[in-house]
């Protein structure tokens, strides 16, 4: 879509794009297809699309799939969609915040749906939270997000974050293409990333071992430049001398620091505290 059909729209449905929502149009239809490509779509499947916006994404979705149910905050586009209805019956819109929406009918969802959105940057993690947080969670997860964030997301040992175990806690990341800021209007200050997570999930492994997991995970980047034993101990009122014996096994490395743990090397050092009762 070229800027000035989008400007055409903008103008005809009276919308200016929103520095508030992070509405920032993808001009690009290769980056459409690294999206598309990055799902690994079959025909039977339901994708779920958070801010279609003007449909750049939305309508290829359609052609591919069974049917897009998408969440969209900017009822002014409201029309849009009501033309796009009669030749479009495979895309349902709900109007409103996916934060609050999606987890109220994510139960009704087919086993196996994907979720594809070009995220406001400041709403990326919130967004990830709430669907990696999901009682039905999707098989796979394709979003653009500012590169910084997939980078973050995508860390390996010795760079990892909070974000970043909490990601690969449930799933496996990658990164599927760079994309230049140039490639959206209006153009925005940073460039952008499409992150696929796949090998989702499907269950959560029970609601008392993810709370006690990132509980401890909290703690753990409570002051990430600080050794990780001192703020755990700290966190669940043990000496420090009843967990360095986990982390001997866990690590080898008494004094390492939270962003040198894999995600794996969380849930052993979480299995092992609740072995040992620790912080029960």
Not at 9 to 38: F, N, R
Not at 224 to 239: C, G, T
Request: charged share 20%; aromatic share 8%; hydrophobic share 45%.
């Amino acid at each position: 879509m070229s800027v000035s059909h989008l400007k055409e729209l903008c103008e005809k449905y009276h919308l200016a794009p929103s520095k508030h929502y992070g509405q920032h149009y993808l001009l690009s239809h290769h980056v459409i297809q690294t999206m598309i490509d990055a799902a690994n779509l079959q025909p039977s499947d339901t994708v779920v699309e958070i801010g279609p916006g003007f449909g750049v994404l939305t309508l290829p979705l359609a052609a591919r799939v069974k049917c897009v149910i998408a969440f969209e905050i900017e009822k002014k586009i409201r029309p849009f969609w009501d033309e796009q209805a009669a030749q479009q019956k495979n895309i349902t819109i709900h109007w409103g915040n996916a934060l609050y929406q999606l987890p109220k009918m994510a139960d009704t969802l087919p086993a196996g749906y994907v979720v594809a959105a070009n995220l406001p940057y400041h709403i990326t993690s919130n967004i990830l939270r709430m669907i990696l947080t999901l009682e039905k969670r999707p098989r796979t997860i394709v979003v653009m997000v500012q590169k910084e964030v997939a980078d973050r997301i995508c860390a390996k040992p010795g760079d990892m974050s909070l974000l970043a175990v909490s990601v690969q806690y449930v799933g496996r990341p990658r990164i599927a293409g760079y994309v230049p800021k140039e490639l959206f209007w209006p153009v925005p200050k940073v460039d952008s990333a499409v992150v696929a997570i796949g090998d989702i999930q499907e269950k959560s492994r029970s609601h008392a071992f993810d709370d006690f997991f990132f509980r401890l995970v909290r703690a753990g980047f409570a002051h990430k430049r600080k050794q990780a034993i001192p703020q755990i101990a700290k966190e669940f009122n043990v000496p420090p001398s009843r967990i360095q014996e986990i982390f001997r096994q866990v690590s080898r490395d008494e004094k390492i620091r939270a962003e040198a743990l894999s995600a794996e090397q969380w849930v052993q050092l979480a299995n092992a505290l609740i072995d040992r009762k620790i912080g029960l």
